[in-house]
């Protein structure tokens, strides 16, 4: 084998190609600035279902069958899957991906998981091991507040550091070939806390995580900033966002105006009253597989190092004390295969 | 690449070699019938720690301990860790990785991690991408009733279809070169769901899905249950493993003599009182990653089929009515390398 391979970071000697992707959201993101961008929208939360949590299911199997049928492809054509989200014992994929008979892999990256899953599925494809693998996340407004806060109906009120939890699939299918997007490598994160322990500040949280990872990745395969036309985080927010930008900008890695995160990417924060911005697995997953990756296609982004960041916490972990551990893949996407 | 790519199977062309393995367990497993084969065991249900979650992160962090130290390795020479437990956002390993700086990506597999987890390291270190990778799980059985069913203070009578949570964990380091155990390949399992809803009866649940996977093991690869000195799934429990036994046979794959369970081979289920055995991700860590491969060192086992079964349930899928999908993965693990 003839992977490039460093302390945590790792290029593919033949890189895989983005053969497909596709991306679905509810109602609050289709009103947002990426409209444009998505392949569908439902202004029904339910998506025809009769819990949210299905629902959430029910948007994993629309953002494949979408990207299916853009690369006129069926289920069958795909030899793995990996794919997680938010809910306990991730039932947002198992139960989306059940009748589906493709061998899958379930995960567990909170809001990193579409980096992760893109790694992963990365490896298996140019390790040989899968013709063709699916990379796959969701995340539900509505089952994320119930699972990780206050039922809807509550009413709770939301500090200014909170955010929003994206309604949204998005997924990848990456193959051997040629093509218009190719992974390239990345850099996988190791867990960082700095003890911040509270919940509702998320970003702040996983910034330390952003931080590492991004610096590892420079500094391992010899980068700077400016090898890439944009640098995106997803999704601390505007409160991790402005350490990370501080931060890098301190250790002499300049993001200047080419770093954005996907949790200001998806909404108009003020417009949309979102306080910090987007969150949840899907809003990075969104992003990416709707937005960023047009952009690449169109040559407005050649090089893209896209940085899915995780909390790792529990609400039982949050209820026994523990601060929130934070972890971030970073995966670089470019137009180029060389 | 030339690693051999069926639908579901894979044979690794470089094989990884397991470089050490260790296991942990609590004090009902220790007075079960392979206490000679656990490297460490505590009477103290919390493992000095203050709650059963961080009990668990505790036991993965003492296995991980024991199989570095059993190799002569440090958390430095480790570059990827693939890590998962049954509780909600699998605080049990991220809360275990969290200070180890460890590249970490995180899995959700119920109880087939072992298997999942063994599946992906191999995959990394065979693919060029890791130098050597660690694959962990646990559970605990007080943290898992809480979750799953009722707080243990409740005294919830327990059906005979039922199945007692090991508290345990497991993991293995692979690694390049010559040894004594490699990681040949294996068949990854996709989500099969036959609609039992009865969630306490997870071997009935779970059985379909360990069948599909060795039919697809054995007519994918050529081969038959006699080319395995030992075929252990894990952990499907009495009722399960029956229902495997028979159905194979039916279906002309007779695994004979040479097939059993590992959540019968952790406990005494008679004089221990489980039911219809042992279950949870640390039941089948703990047995492969004590009781077979020590079998393997001494040679009395040479090829086995280890089969890790998982049950994707949550409790709230369950109390919306979802029946339980499935899942299982099989790994060959083999004494030689050729």
Known sequence: MSQIQKRQSFLFSSPPVVESHACVVGKKESEGPLIDYFDETSQDTYFGETTWEKAESKMQQLTLQAALKKANLNKKDISMAFSGDLLNQCIGSSFSLRDTGIPTFGLYGACSTMAESLLLAGMSVAGGFSRRSLAMTSSHFASSERQYRFPLGYGGQRPPTSQWTVTGAGCAILGCGEG????????????????????????????????????????????????????????????????????????????????????????????????????????SAVVLCGYLMQLMKEQKINDLLFCGTGALLSPVSTNQGESVPGICHAVWLSTKKE
Chains 1, 2 share one sequence.
């Open 180 to 283: 218009e997007i190719y992974v390239r490598g990345g850099t996988v994160g190791h867990i960082v806390d700095f003890g911040i322990k509270d919940a509702n500040n998320m970003g702040a949280a996983m910034a330390p995580a952003a931080i590492s990872t991004l610096q590892a990745h420079f500094k391992e395969l010899g980068k700077r900033p400016a090898d890439y036309d944009r640098i995106v985080t997803g999704d601390l927010g505007r409160i991790g966002r402005k350490i990370v930008y501080e931060q890098m900008e301190h250790d002499s890695y300049p993001l200047e105006c080419r770093y954005s995160d996907c949790g200001e990417l998806i909404f108009d924060c003020v417009r949309q009253d979102v306080h910090a911005g987007g969150s949840g697995c899907g809003c």
